[in-house]
């Protein structure tokens, strides 16, 4: 494989993952968020996923 891409200076992370703790009613917000707004992907196109059959529970 090449190389990874240099980095550029106008990208920028999008996601940033903390330590602090989360409760079940953060998820519930995103998840409500996630699910109804509607410029989310997941309220504009169909989702499917599939577990292959030698995945070993991964």
Same mark, same amino acid.
């Given at each position: 494989? %090449?190389?990874p /891409? *240099? *980095?550029r200076? $106008?990208? =920028?992370?999008?996601?940033? =993952? %903390?330590?602090?703790?989360?409760?079940?009613? $953060?998820?519930?917000? =995103? /998840?409500?968020?996630?699910?109804?707004? *509607?410029?989310? *992907? =997941?309220?504009?196109?169909?989702?499917?996923?599939?577990?292959?059959? /030698?995945?070993? %529970?991964?």
């Amino acid at each position: 494989m %090449g190389a990874p /891409n *240099p *980095p550029r200076d $106008d990208w =920028f992370e999008l996601y940033a =993952f %903390g330590t602090e703790r989360r409760f079940p009613v $953060d998820y519930a917000v =995103f /998840n409500h968020y996630i699910s109804t707004h *509607p410029r989310s *992907p =997941f309220t504009a196109r169909w989702w499917c996923s599939a577990r292959a059959a /030698n995945c070993a %529970g991964r």
